[in-house]
């Protein structure tokens, strides 16, 4: 059974910082792709970041610079580090499980959480 639950969102102003944790089922964990999306109120779910299960990175362009992934392995926990939070970044941020799809030959996504609300106001 695939679980994913998150954890760490909530209120912060312009410029400050906060860490998203998802913890997931230790049977999915190791062994796939792993990634935060976010969905802003009126728009179409962003995949943020994602980090494979040796640890290689990816990152949407509008938070390059600024946040990171990172997984523990040990914990089966994902993170997501967001420095210098701006207002375009308050959203509903999920985690997802990744799985390496036959059809197109691509990762992609199949499970979320339930996701973790991050609001940056003043």
């Known amino acids: 059974q695939v679980q994913l639950v998150e954890s760490g969102g909530g209120l912060v102003q312009p410029g400050g910082s906060l860490r998203l944790s998802c913890a997931a089922s230790?049977?999915?964990?190791?062994?796939?792709?792993m990634a935060w999306y976010r969905q802003a109120p009126g728009k179409q779910r962003e995949l943020v970041a994602t980090?494979?299960?040796?640890?290689?990175?990816n990152y949407a362009g509008s938070v390059k610079g600024r946040f990171t992934i990172s997984r523990d392995n040990a914990k089966n926990t994902l993170y997501l580090q967001m420095n210098s939070l701006k207002p375009e970044d308050t959203a509903l941020y999920y985690c997802?499980?990744?799985?390496?799809?036959?059809?197109?030959?691509?990762?992609?996504?199949?499970?979320w959480g339930q996701g973790t609300q991050v609001t940056v106001s003043s």
């Open positions: 997802a499980k990744g799985y390496p799809s036959v059809v197109s030959g691509l990762v992609e996504f199949d499970y």
């Open positions: 230790a049977t999915i964990f190791t062994i796939n792709t």
């Open positions: 980090i494979t299960k040796v640890g290689n990175t």
